[in-house]
């Protein structure tokens, strides 16, 4: 069981940056490849970005790349979405989530969520 806690997002402008933070508890998160999912109201969850396991490969959605950037600290069991020149597009609720698969973009093959936390950009 792993158990993922996101940092609070918050309402930032136009061009401006936001970092997320995702905290794992229960088994080591060295265990799993991590992601970030994010949903819009009346939208379906949308992958955003991915890293494997040791923390050297990542994958990312067209529409952010070049602007966020994933990373990891697994002796710190967290995982970070740094999100600069934000747009009123990336507005959505954040999750993290870890897969026992590395780098995938599919939600069904994340086994744990976090709760979500809200980023709301304005323009």
């Known amino acids: 069981q792993v158990v993922l806690v996101e940092s609070a997002g918050g309402l930032v402008q136009a061009g401006g940056s936001l970092r997320l933070s995702c905290t794992a508890s229960?088994?080591?998160?060295?265990?799993?490849?991590m992601g970030w999912f994010r949903q819009a109201p009346g939208k379906e969850r949308e992958f955003v970005a991915a890293?494997?396991?040791?923390?050297?490969?990542?994958r990312y959605v067209g529409s952010v790349k070049g602007r966020f950037t994933i990373s990891r600290d697994n002796a710190k069991n967290t995982v970070t979405l740094q999100m600069n020149r934000l747009k009123p597009e990336d507005t959505a609720v954040y999750f993290c989530?870890?897969?026992?698969?590395?780098?995938?973009?599919?939600?069904?093959?994340?086994?744990?969520w976090g709760q979500g936390t809200q980023v709301t950009v304005s323009s």
């Open positions: 229960g088994r080591t998160m060295n265990r799993y490849g």
């Open positions: 890293i494997n396991n040791a923390g050297d490969t990542t």
């Open positions: 989530a870890a897969s026992p698969l590395v780098l995938t973009i599919h939600s069904y093959e994340y086994a744990y």
